[in-house]
């Protein structure tokens, strides 16, 4: 997988005073509602005012989709006890890994339809709707064989390393979610593609009915109807069912958008499948990367675990709480990420390449005033945190924050990593992002999660193996800043180049 990124683009798209664009084949695509005006309007309008505009809904958008996990967790962790937060741990990988299904196929169309947007190729980006639409489905497949296959999901929880007395309820939960990986695909993925159509708001409603929701059946299925992991799950999924139907609502039904879902764009196009996949590569790299360090990090916990005074399913239960907080305290900056890829792919699409490189410094200010606001809040708050969760155990519960404060001890630089990481994605060089990203999820933090439990305590000795683990993360999170760092220096001398040869 190469990236293309010359100095040179395609011509870009002239706008007459209608907002009529050409297209291709010398056509005129005309202005046909205020549809078209949001589109032109993000190679025009103010970037502080477009990156607010986008940010908002989109961060809030993102902490609703990551409080799916921590309602089930908290509803779980008060009904049914320690016992709920170690199956949800456990199930956690799983469910990270659809995440990344989901955002490998919509992250990836929607790179796509916003350079094509930009180039003013309307029917390339319906056809990049269409395609992934086409091919969640097929992916929806796969995930529900797999999820209801007894070899293979038996196969699935000893890679998350199920205890025994935790399977049981991990697999119920596994078996639902698999089910509905359908709804979470288009309401998940195809939602990115209604911010690219110039409506935020819009794309944020869709979300907070989901979550809206997830709360109410978790409430009547977990605390009402006592039907504690089964009905968690359930509650997930039509949570997830209420989002994707507002979803295809916005597409299939309204008239005054830039891109509709229409019948023939369903048919998968190889190539155009090709690029959906190598654009959302880095998105799925983010996701799947945590994945393996969650597996990865059950395997250390059940090892290490059974050496301390913790025990193995209450160290589980610890790292659910802590990994919950971690998603959560991240989805704002890669919220932030995700509202700045169709302002940047647009506009570099358009040869802007001066409002691309104000775009990418005014996203990574907001990212990282954001990440600053969120370690302060859990440094401050990690032990009421551990007992929200239903952590009553006092030992555990301070267990719980101490590892809470050391792996957010980077907390304020990761929103330069996440937001220059995602760059690259937007302006069409997948390969450059996929690298940064393994570079905290893979390369540095699985290594260092298996020395730092043999090097720690030997260097000092009042932390154990189960307490050193938490210390990998800040530590692999300080590298990849680095690396990222070398990385967008190189990219400012290219884009002031191509900003010279373009003269704009």
Same mark, same amino acid.
């Given at each position: 997988? &190469?990236?293309?990124?010359? %100095?040179?683009?395609?011509?870009?798209?002239?706008?007459?005073?209608?907002?009529?664009?050409?297209?291709?084949?010398?056509?005129?695509?005309?202005?046909?509602?205020?549809?078209?005006?949001?589109?032109?309007?993000?190679?025009?309008?103010? *970037?502080?005012?477009?990156?607010?505009?986008?940010?908002?809904?989109?961060? $809030?958008?993102?902490?609703?989709?990551?409080?799916?996990?921590?309602?089930?967790?908290?509803?779980?962790?008060?009904?049914?006890?320690?016992?709920?937060?170690?199956?949800?741990?456990?199930?956690?990988?799983?469910?990270?890994?659809?995440?990344? *299904?989901?955002?490998?196929?919509?992250?990836?169309?929607?790179?796509? +339809?916003?350079?094509?947007?930009?180039?003013?190729?309307?029917? %390339?980006?319906?056809?990049?709707?269409?395609?992934?639409?086409?091919?969640?489905?097929?992916?929806? !497949? !796969?995930?529900?064989?797999?999820?209801?296959?007894?070899?293979?999901?038996?196969?699935?929880?000893?890679?998350?390393?199920?205890?025994?007395?935790? =399977?049981?309820?991990?697999?119920?939960?596994?078996?639902?979610?698999?089910?509905?990986?359908?709804?979470?695909?288009?309401?998940?993925?195809?939602?990115?593609?209604?911010?690219?159509?110039?409506?935020?708001?819009?794309?944020?409603?869709?979300?907070?009915?989901?979550?809206?929701?997830?709360?109410?059946?978790?409430?009547?299925?977990?605390?009402?109807?006592?039907?504690?992991?089964?009905?968690?799950?359930?509650?997930?999924?039509?949570?997830?069912?209420?989002?994707?139907?507002?979803?295809?609502?916005?597409?299939?039904? =309204? /008239?005054?958008?830039?891109?509709?879902?229409?019948?023939?764009?369903?048919?998968?196009?190889?190539?155009?499948?090709?690029?959906?996949?190598?654009?959302?590569?880095?998105?799925?790299?983010?996701?799947?990367?945590?994945?393996?360090?969650?597996?990865?990090?059950?395997?250390?916990?059940?090892?290490?675990?059974?050496?301390?005074?913790?025990?193995?399913? %209450?160290?589980?239960?610890?790292?659910?709480?802590?990994?919950?907080?971690?998603?959560?305290?991240?989805?704002?900056?890669?919220?932030? +990420?995700?509202?700045?890829?169709?302002?940047?792919?647009? &506009?570099?699409?358009?040869?802007?390449?001066?409002?691309?490189?104000?775009?990418?410094?005014?996203? *990574?200010?907001?990212?990282?005033?954001?990440?600053?606001?969120?370690?302060?809040? !859990?440094?401050?708050?990690?032990?009421?945190?551990?007992?929200?969760?239903?952590?009553?155990? %006092?030992?555990? +519960?301070?267990?719980?924050?101490?590892?809470?404060?050391?792996?957010?001890?980077?907390?304020?630089?990761?929103?330069?990593?996440? $937001?220059?990481?995602?760059?690259?994605?937007?302006?069409?060089?997948?390969? /450059?992002?996929?690298?940064?990203?393994?570079? =905290?999820?893979?390369?540095?933090?699985?290594?260092?999660?298996?020395?730092?439990?043999?090097?720690?305590?030997?260097?000092?000795?009042?932390? &154990?193996?189960?307490? +050193?683990?938490?210390?990998?993360?800040?530590?692999?999170?300080?590298?990849?800043?680095?690396?990222?760092?070398?990385?967008?220096?190189?990219?400012? =001398?290219?884009?002031?180049?191509?900003?010279?040869?373009?003269?704009?």
């Amino acid at each position: 997988m &190469n990236d293309k990124t010359p %100095d040179t683009l395609p011509a870009a798209p002239s706008a007459g005073s209608h907002g009529a664009v050409p297209d291709p084949r010398g056509q005129k695509l005309h202005a046909q509602s205020t549809g078209d005006d949001k589109v032109m309007r993000m190679g025009t309008a103010s *970037i502080p005012r477009l990156i607010t505009e986008f940010a908002i809904p989109s961060v $809030v958008g993102m902490l609703i989709n990551g409080s799916y996990a921590i309602i089930d967790s908290m509803f779980l962790g008060h009904a049914v006890g320690e016992i709920g937060l170690s199956a949800m741990t456990v199930a956690n990988p799983i469910m990270i890994v659809f995440m990344a *299904i989901a955002m490998l196929i919509g992250n990836g169309g929607n790179a796509l +339809a916003a350079l094509r947007l930009g180039e003013g190729k309307r029917e %390339d980006a319906e056809r990049a709707l269409g395609n992934v639409v086409a091919m969640s489905l097929v992916a929806a !497949v !796969v995930v529900l064989f797999v999820g209801w296959n007894p070899a293979l999901v038996s196969w699935v929880l000893d890679v998350s390393s199920a205890t025994p007395d935790v =399977r049981p309820y991990a697999q119920t939960f596994i078996q639902i979610i698999c089910a509905g990986f359908i709804l979470q695909c288009i309401g998940l993925g195809v939602n990115n593609f209604i911010r690219t159509c110039g409506a935020p708001n819009r794309a944020l409603g869709t979300m907070v009915i989901g979550l809206v929701g997830s709360v109410a059946f978790n409430a009547l299925f977990v605390l009402g109807l006592g039907w504690g992991v089964f009905g968690s799950a359930l509650a997930t999924v039509l949570g997830w069912a209420c989002s994707c139907l507002a979803v295809l609502q916005y597409f299939c039904l =309204r /008239k005054d958008v830039p891109m509709r879902l229409r019948l023939p764009a369903l048919r998968l196009a190889p190539s155009m499948d090709a690029t959906i996949l190598a654009f959302g590569l880095p998105s799925f790299c983010v996701q799947a990367g945590m994945a393996v360090v969650n597996f990865f990090i059950n395997f250390q916990l059940v090892k290490y675990g059974a050496l301390s005074p913790i025990g193995s399913e %209450d160290a589980l239960a610890a790292i659910g709480v802590v990994q919950r907080i971690a998603q959560f305290s991240v989805m704002p900056l890669v919220g932030t +990420a995700i509202a700045l890829q169709p302002l940047l792919g647009f &506009n570099y699409g358009a040869r802007n390449v001066a409002r691309v490189r104000k775009t990418l410094w005014y996203g *990574i200010g907001a990212a990282t005033s954001l990440a600053l606001v969120m370690f302060l809040i !859990v440094e401050v708050f990690a032990t009421p945190i551990a007992h929200a969760f239903g952590i009553s155990h %006092d030992g555990l +519960a301070d267990f719980t924050a101490f590892a809470i404060r050391v792996q957010f001890l980077m907390l304020p630089f990761v929103g330069f990593q996440i $937001v220059s990481s995602n760059y690259f994605q937007a302006t069409g060089q997948p390969a /450059k992002s996929v690298f940064l990203t393994l570079t =905290r999820q893979i390369l540095f933090l699985i290594p260092l999660l298996y020395l730092m439990p043999l090097v720690l305590p030997q260097i000092l000795p009042q932390f &154990n193996g189960l307490d +050193a683990l938490y210390f990998a993360t800040p530590v692999a999170d300080l590298l990849s800043i680095v690396v990222t760092a070398v990385f967008v220096a190189w990219e400012m =001398r290219r884009l002031h180049r191509m900003q010279q040869m373009f003269g704009k």
